[in-house]
Every structure is written in structure tokens, then in C-alpha cells.
């Protein structure tokens, strides 16, 4: 069994992880609203996390690890771009803003992540101009931030 990171950590209850409509928003009322978020997911593959506001960002990619499924990250939301990264990781789906921002969810504990589980590709253009994918792991960001 792989080892696991939590979702989040450092957070007492009910300190306030962001800001939702004037109001503050407890951690787990946040982990609630990333859970509800997961359950409405498909099972696995790409999510495109489009999401403006950071608030639902950060939802949407808790969210996204819960459910198993691998946050794309490209380079610019250009509509080419966003075009050309649908067609080379078929099936993947996007996430807006607008799905995000509905869920209410109830308060949740942080889940667990495998440390080895797949979490992200950033795609960065080089000198070429071409994107190139950067695989991270649930582990490799969990150490980055620790960094």
C-alpha cells in the first residue's frame, strides 16, 4: 500500500481557508464542498481545471484528487490551446468557475492522497515554442510546498 499525504494540513478546525461571498469559509466547509464536487465527477482521466476565482480553483483540484482523476494545466487558456490539449488527452473534460461555485457541501475531514498517485501535468512552452508536459505527483507537490 503506497504511503498517503493529507489533503490539507496545518488547518485547526474551523480556521478560514478562503472567502465566499463576503463570508468566510471554514476548512471543512471547504474539504465538504471538494467532496460534494468529486462525488459529481467522472471516474478517472483529465480534468482541465479552468476555474478563475482561487477559491474554486483550489476546490475544484481537491476535488479532482479525491476522485482520482489528473488536473491538466496548460500553458494559457488560449482557445487554440485549450483545443489542442481536449484532442491530445481525449475524453478530458473542463472545469469552470460555474460548475464549482454552486457546491455547498457539508463539513468533511482532509482525506489522504497517495503520495505516488498521478495529481497534475503543468505544460510549459521551452524555447520551441511547443508545450511540454511536467508530471507531478501528489508527493512530489506535498514536498515542493514543504520546501
Request: proline fraction near 7%.
Amino acid at each position: 500500500m503506497s504511503e498517503a499525504d493529507p489533503l490539507v494540513r496545518g488547518f485547526a478546525p474551523g480556521a478560514t481557508m478562503g472567502w465566499r461571498g463576503g463570508q468566510p469559509m471554514a476548512i471543512e466547509r471547504f474539504l465538504g464542498a471538494a467532496a460534494a464536487l468529486a462525488c459529481r465527477l467522472p471516474q478517472g482521466g483529465h480534468c482541465i481545471n479552468a476555474c478563475e476565482d482561487r477559491l474554486n480553483f483550489l476546490t475544484g483540484f481537491a476535488a479532482t484528487l479525491m476522485k482520482g482523476t489528473i488536473t491538466l494545466l496548460p500553458q494559457s487558456r488560449a482557445v487554440k490551446v485549450m483545443r489542442e490539449l481536449g484532442v491530445s488527452h481525449a475524453g478530458a473534460y473542463t472545469l469552470a468557475d460555474a460548475d464549482v461555485a454552486v457546491e455547498q457541501g457539508q463539513s468533511a475531514p482532509p482525506p489522504s492522497i497517495p503520495r505516488d498517485q498521478l495529481a497534475v501535468i503543468l505544460f510549459t512552452s521551452g524555447t520551441t515554442g511547443t508545450p511540454r508536459p511536467h508530471a507531478k505527483t501528489w508527493g512530489a507537490l506535498v514536498a515542493g510546498a514543504a520546501g
